[in-house]
């Protein structure tokens, strides 16, 4: 990891650092903070605590490639989203529907387990959509594309850093992009921050509880 290119201690920094730029949405009585497991819950959690806003979480899934986990094909969201980029190594159909297949059983395991909200309650509200970064934005980009089905009244991505040919990319597809480095041929998030461990079930769990638990006092 480059030490010298870190800018947060944690997603917990970065997040409360983001809050700062959303101040306009404070307390809020429609607004909900929507943050992509499971790193970006971690970041999103932060921002609702500031805000003073419902924490919710919304998966979605990378598809990637079978013999290299790394390299990104594409991305599916809710309601059948399906985000392909192949250029980096096209599938054959069968492979495709395959992969496919195991990353839809994933999605629903997460949603059911985080409980995800259903579309109908996202609609007519203000959505802040979180990840802990993004450099090729398929993920981003599907959870966008199945939010929009939900017609909320305004939709916005917050993220600490984040790809500057994405940020273009995705800039027309949202209400306002909230980053705090828009950076040049980004393809290790994890290099800017010094902490940026593994975030598990139990732990996105525990965080989406003591939120819920917060927002209620």
């Known amino acids: 990891m480059n030490w010298q290119r870190a800018l947060w201690r944690d997603r917990a920094e970065a997040g409360a650092q983001l809050a700062k730029h959303l101040g306009q949405w404070r307390r809020d009585p429609q607004a ?37 986990p790394e390299l990104a094909l594409g991305a599916i969201g809710p309601g059948g989203v399906q985000i392909w980029d192949e250029p980096f190594g096209r599938l054959d159909d069968e492979l495709r529907q395959q992969l496919v297949a195991e990353q839809e059983r994933e999605l629903r395991r997460r949603q059911q387990l985080y409980g995800d909200p259903g579309v109908e309650a996202l609609r007519s509200r203000p959505l802040i959509v979180v990840d802990d970064g993004v ?11 199945s939010l929009r089905a939900a017609t909320p009244r305004q939709l916005v991505l917050a993220v600490p850093v984040i790809d500057r040919q994405v940020a273009q990319q ?17 393809w290790a998030v994890g290099s800017w921050y010094q902490q940026f461990e593994t975030v598990n079930d139990q732990q996105v769990i525990a965080i989406l509880g003591d939120a819920h638990l917060c927002h209620r006092r």
């Open 32 to 68: 909900w903070v929507l943050g992509l497991p499971r790193g970006g819950v971690v970041v999103a959690a932060e921002i609702a605590r500031e805000l003073e806003l419902p924490l919710h979480s919304w998966a979605v899934r990378k598809l990637a490639h079978p013999s290299n």
């Open 135 to 145: 450099a090729t934005g398929l993920t981003v980009r599907a959870a966008i594309q």
């Open 170 to 186: 995705l800039n027309p597809q949202v209400d306002e992009l909230v980053a705090l480095a828009t950076v040049e041929d980004l």
